[in-house]
């Protein structure tokens, strides 16, 4: 159980505003995933994206932006697509090497449930 202080304890920092605990039923699962994948390494964030279909450079860094990216990561695109991804001279898009696959989580926090069906099939 959690130990909490008692309430007849004033506040240290009175001028501190209380805040309410947050019920985690009325957090949205949409904003719980993007959190949770936002905190986790850009390659794993790369790999797993490239595990459902190929996207160009482009695509990927603006799927990325909307999960939450920071500067740093934006400029490591490139050297780690180089490391995980194959690159269609064709349309210039993006596939993940072969080898890579067997890093896929299924249980991937970032992916819905049409995803994890589509890498169902994928891995399968």
């Known amino acids: 159980p ?3 202080a008692p309430q007849s304890i004033p506040d240290a920092v009175p001028e501190r505003k209380r805040t309410t605990p947050m019920n985690p039923a009325d957090v949205t699962q949409e904003t719980h995933t993007q959190n949770s994948v936002s905190l986790r390494p850009y390659r794993d964030r ?5 595990a459902l279909r190929s996207y160009k450079k482009l695509e990927l860094l603006a799927r990325l932006q909307r999960d939450g990216i920071d500067q740093k990561d934006k400029k490591s695109l490139g050297p780690i697509l180089q490391q995980v ?3 269609n001279p064709k349309d210039n898009s993006y596939t993940l090497k072969s080898y890579i696959f067997k890093e896929i989580q299924k249980d991937w926090p970032g992916y819905d449930e ?7 099939l994928i891995l399968s």
């Open 114 to 120: 049409t995803e994890r069906q589509s890498l169902e």
């Open 46 to 50: 790369v790999i797993h994206l490239l």
């Open 85 to 87: 991804a194959r690159l």
């Open 2 to 4: 959690v130990r909490r």
